[in-house]
């Protein structure tokens, strides 16, 4: 009871702490930024130049854009809402503003007291290679100390080749180094070692659950919506946690404030359109982007045919698959310093299998989605403090409908329906915080609320026979409702010429019943610049996971069960250190290189034989806990300026699992574990009118469980290796993920051909996915041959498969 107490009285004191810090300094500051006596930060000859970058031709705000000043070598860079301070001495300031693409803005500041200027960048033209000068917003990523981190601006990868001709910004993603895909085709990220849980998939500042259409194959981000996408592996910041590996940072685009633009696109499997202006102009703006599958309008009629006139030998089937989804944000500016910013995605995805027999007649039915709606108001509260309050809704939902009834004589006598539901939901309050006190710092410092309910599994199965009332029988998890706390505080810290720091702490407090799971997270990034092209980079971070994603062996359905930790199921945690070499090469080139070791602890797997269709009191009787380790060293040569741009992308790595219930406790390969992974990623204009993309891709094979043997299910006393099954002819596995398939490599092409048409820009693109037709498998499986000997054989999904897309910007 004392240790109780103890443990509430040091959370609140934690608690209390940061929330007096959050709540008093901002205000002090700010109170006496106006005040002659008021600088005890910085020199009182120093002055501070703030305000927001944006892209001239909309007045789209731009992040990550570069200031910087090359005679004191001081500079800074915007935050995810384009807004910018930076205070120097007070004199004459040379200043360069910068965003990759865009022409550089040069400005002279005679700075003898606080200013704000709003610059406007224009988008540049493409330069020739002889020409090529590295950009300052490149080259200040090799000096500042952060790591680790992928950012990918979607208009420079229009050309590269995508699946059915659907431009997928988590397939880019699966290019990257040290990311790789799951099962053939699929959108899954499993990063440095972790599973599809351990991402954090942020949309506008909000979790997405679910982030996949079509059992996987494409992810749920329409393309045409998305301004920047930046992907963290390590070296986190402060402000970022709730998952072990990776943050995926996704923004969507604000609405031009100058002129109605839009994009209607028509593929292979969809059609998409998105529309963008002004409601007042330079005032408020609007985007609204929608996409959705024609699969079941073009196949469901052509399978259903004709009706059978004889009821006594009808036999009619049909399968249909849709997807859609819907993003709709508004940008309201009340002045240069409040805005307001409203968002709201929806899509759904829904398999059908529909029959209608002379016997029986129902149907199979699988479907999921997400929902997220976020309104958003960001202040600028002085030159040198600017604050986001931000209030948002995720649900992700899962459900599946099994109806059948039976018919005798042309009359129904039973019908049955087994229906089985999942759901999690999260409400959330948050405050964020930039505090600029001089050119030398830059902190960062948070509070966040949610309200978390989780719905695990809820079965019902109704049983109604001819003229009788209907037996429902429901079953399943209760209902939980967690609340969770969290609290950060971080500075970006430049000690001089040579050494910058990132070090912060993340404080997170996650309230089950009868338990309470506090984590202290520590956080550092250092970078130590060896010349004015090299750094040398090194990082350690603490991440917690108080949610858990329960993944079935085999495909990636969305049957996966997200469940919260409990009082017998402890948090994820994940402590990863990182070391790295960075450099600016010659001709618009950048190396770097990076070492990492990782390992992870709580983590949940599926005891043998157990999945969420297994019959059982709770979830928390069919999984076992372990620990996984991931060990890696990876290289990315990259190119983002002149007409050939792209990327080289090589990883070497090993991962384990360890569980004592499985693999008789024994460290076994991860499924995804890959000791090689290289993509080639290559793009190259040869006018505005045409252009080509390229992706090649070599993998070690997957490791996968399969039993070498058959026998009759043994008795309870054997427990040497694992039996998959229960009764009868089982399968013998000697050690789980014992076989490895095949390496698998694949080539992409793709053609764009762009043409300037009264209503604006069409572009036909048109390509191959697989080129050369390797057949990589997608599962494997053990059949009995003509003479009776088993053998083992493979399925591939994806051979070569043509794709094209029509599209026009208006």
């Given at each position: 009871?004392?240790?109780?107490?103890?443990?509430?009285?040091?959370?609140?004191?934690?608690?209390?702490?940061?929330?007096?810090?959050?709540?008093?300094?901002?205000?002090?500051?700010s109170a006496k930024h106006d005040s002659k006596a008021s600088h005890s930060v910085v020199s009182q000859n120093n002055h501070t130049i703030s305000g927001y970058i944006y892209e001239a031709s909309s007045k789209e705000s731009l992040i990550g854009a570069s200031i910087y000043?090359?005679?004191?070598?001081?500079?800074?860079?915007?935050?995810?809402?384009?807004?910018?301070?930076?205070?120097?001495?007070?004199?004459?300031?040379?200043?360069?503003?910068?965003?990759?693409?865009?022409?550089?803005?040069?400005?002279?500041?005679?700075?003898?007291?606080?200013?704000?200027?709003?610059?406007?960048?224009?988008?540049?033209?493409?330069?020739?290679?002889?020409?090529?000068?590295?950009?300052?917003?490149?080259?200040?990523?090799?000096?500042?100390?952060?790591?680790?981190?992928?950012?990918?601006?979607?208009?420079?990868?229009?050309?590269?080749?995508?699946?059915?001709?659907?431009?997928?910004?988590?397939?880019?993603?699966?290019l990257m180094p040290g990311v790789q895909s799951?099962?053939?085709?699929?959108?899954?990220?499993?990063?440095?070692?972790?599973?599809?849980?351990?991402?954090?998939?942020?949309?506008?500042?909000?979790?997405?659950?679910?982030?996949?259409?079509?059992?996987?194959?494409?992810?749920?981000?329409?393309?045409?919506?998305?301004k920047n996408v930046e992907l963290t592996?390590?070296?986190?910041?402060?402000?970022?946690?709730?998952?072990?590996?990776?943050?995926?940072?996704?923004?969507?685009?604000?609405?031009?404030?100058?002129?109605?633009?839009?994009?209607?696109?028509?593929?292979?499997?969809?059609?998409?359109?998105?529309?963008?202006?002004?409601?007042?102009?330079?005032?408020?703006?609007?985007?609204?982007?929608?996409?959705?599958?024609w699969l079941d309008l073009l196949t469901t009629p052509i399978q259903k045919g004709p009706r059978n006139p004889d009821p006594t030998t009808k036999d009619v089937s049909a399968i249909s698959y849709n997807f859609y989804d819907v993003n709709l944000k508004i940008n309201h500016k009340f002045s240069d310093k409040n805005r307001l910013y409203l968002s709201f995605y929806g899509g759904d995805d829904e398999f059908k299998d529909e029959w209608d027999r002379y016997y029986s007649q129902g149907q199979f039915n699988i479907g999921w989605g997400n929902k997220i709606a976020a309104i958003r108001w960001n202040q600028q509260l002085s030159p040198k403090l600017f604050g986001n309050t931000t209030l948002s809704y995720t649900q992700y939902n899962y459900r599946s409908i099994n109806e059948n009834s039976l018919i005798e004589n042309l009359e129904v006598q039973e019908q049955q329906s087994f229906e089985t539901t999942s759901q999690i939901k999260d409400l959330t309050a948050r405050y964020d915080l930039d505090f600029v006190p001089s050119s030398k710092h830059y902190i960062k410092t948070g509070l966040s609320f949610?309200?978390?309910?989780?719905?695990?599994?809820?079965?019902?199965?109704?049983?109604?026979?001819?003229?009788?009332?209907?037996?429902?029988?429901?079953?399943?998890?209760?209902?939980?409702?967690?609340?969770?706390?969290s609290a950060y505080i971080e500075d970006d810290l430049s000690l001089n010429q040579h050494i910058s720091i990132n070090g912060g702490i993340r404080f997170a407090l996650f309230l089950p019943?009868?338990?309470?799971?506090?984590?202290?997270?520590?956080?550092?990034?250092?970078?130590?610049?060896?010349?004015?092209?090299?750094?040398?980079k090194a990082s350690i971070s603490k991440m917690t996971q108080f949610v858990h994603l329960l993944t079935s062996p085999g495909l990636g359905l969305p049957t996966d069960l997200w469940v919260p930790s409990t009082n017998s199921i402890k948090p994820e945690?994940?402590?990863?250190?990182?070391?790295?070499?960075?450099?600016?090469?010659?001709?618009?080139?950048?190396?770097?290189?990076?070492?990492?070791?990782?390992?992870?602890?709580?983590?949940?797997?599926?005891?043998?034989?157990?999945?969420?269709?297994?019959?059982?009191?709770?979830?928390?009787?069919?999984?076992?806990?372990?620990?996984?380790?991931s060990v890696g060293t990876e290289i990315l040569l990259e190119k983002k300026t002149g007409k050939t741009t792209g990327w080289i992308g090589y990883t070497l790595s090993s991962t384990t699992r360890q569980f004592d219930e499985l693999n008789k406790g024994n460290p076994f390969p991860y499924k995804y574990d890959r000791r090689h992974d290289l993509s080639l990623t290559l793009m190259h204009s040869f006018s505005d009118r045409f252009d080509i993309g390229a992706v090649w891709i070599y993998g070690t094979g997957h490791a996968y469980s399969l039993g070498t043997t058959r026998y009759l299910a043994p008795s309870s006393g054997q427990a040497d290796g694992d039996y998959l099954g229960g009764t009868g002819l089982v399968s013998y596995l000697p050690q789980k993920n014992n076989l490895r398939a095949p390496a698998y490599h694949r080539l992409d092409l793709s053609i764009n051909l762009h043409k300037e048409v009264k209503l604006g820009q069409r572009t036909w693109s048109l390509g191959f996915y697989n080129a050369y037709n390797r057949l990589n498998p997608f599962l494997f499986f053990i059949e009995n041959n003509e003479e009776g000997d088993l053998q083992l054989k493979k399925l591939s999904i994806l051979p070569i498969i043509p794709f094209f897309s029509y599209s026009i910007d208006f």
């Open positions: 009871m004392v240790e109780q107490r103890n443990r509430s009285n040091t959370i609140s004191f934690i608690l209390s702490s940061l929330l007096i810090l959050w709540v008093f300094t901002p205000w002090s500051v000043n090359q005679e004191t070598q001081q500079g800074t860079s915007t935050n995810i809402y384009g807004f910018y301070s930076l205070s120097l001495p007070e004199g004459q300031q040379n200043l360069q503003y910068s965003y990759l693409g865009y022409n550089n803005v040069d400005t002279l500041i005679n700075l003898v007291k606080n200013v704000e200027i709003n610059i406007y960048l224009e988008e540049g033209m493409q330069l020739e290679e002889v020409t090529i000068v590295a950009s300052d917003d490149q080259s200040r990523f090799i000096h500042d100390s952060k790591m680790s981190t992928n950012t990918i601006d979607l208009a420079s990868i229009k050309s590269l080749p995508a699946l059915l001709g659907e431009r997928d910004v988590l397939k880019i993603l699966q799951g099962t053939e085709g699929s959108s899954g990220l499993y990063v440095r070692g972790g599973g599809p849980d351990q991402n954090l998939v942020l949309l506008d500042g909000v979790p997405v659950y679910n982030a996949n259409h079509l059992f996987g194959f494409l992810s749920t981000f329409n393309g045409d919506a998305i592996k390590g070296g986190y910041p402060a402000r970022y946690g709730e998952r072990l590996s990776s943050i995926i940072d996704i923004r969507m685009k604000e609405g031009n404030m100058k002129a109605l633009k839009g994009n209607l696109s028509l593929g292979l499997v969809s059609g998409k359109f998105s529309l963008e202006g002004p409601i007042v102009k330079d005032k408020t703006s609007f985007i609204i982007s929608a996409r959705r599958t949610t309200s978390h309910n989780f719905t695990p599994t809820v079965n019902t199965l109704s049983i109604q026979e001819a003229s009788e009332n209907p037996v429902i029988v429901a079953n399943g998890d209760n209902s939980l409702n967690v609340p969770s706390l019943e009868e338990t309470n799971y506090l984590s202290i997270q520590p956080r550092l990034s250092v970078a130590y610049k060896l010349s004015s092209a090299a750094s040398l945690n994940a402590w990863q250190a990182a070391l790295g070499y960075h450099q600016q090469l010659a001709d618009g080139f950048y190396l770097n290189i990076e070492g990492f070791a990782k390992q992870m602890d709580n983590l949940l797997e599926y005891k043998t034989g157990f999945s969420v269709f297994s019959n059982s009191e709770s979830w928390e009787d069919k999984v076992t806990i372990g620990t996984g380790k």
